[in-house]
């Protein structure tokens, strides 16, 4: 295990043994930082839409083009 991977792994087993209370504020206080939020919310729409098949770039701003938004 990579050190990295050590250091986060010491941090989850410490966040999840603290209580919900206690749990529930640290997260609060990850999102209060904006860019965290940004990350997290970009990552969950990631996820949601990996089966997705994807386009060329072109193929997207072609259609933007056509419906007069680019």
């Known amino acids: 295990m990579a050190k990295t ?3 986060s792994e010491v941090f989850w087993q410490a966040f999840q043994s603290l ?4 749990r529930r504020a640290i997260v609060d206080r990850l999102l209060q930082d904006e860019r965290f939020r940004e990350d997290l919310l970009d990552i969950s729409v990631i ?10 770039y072109e193929d997207f701003a072609d ?8």
């Open 19 to 22: 209580p919900a209370a206690e």
């Open 47 to 56: 996820l949601e839409r990996r089966g997705e098949t994807s386009r060329a």
């Open 63 to 70: 259609e933007l083009k056509r419906e007069g938004r680019l």
């Open 5 to 7: 991977e050590a250091i």
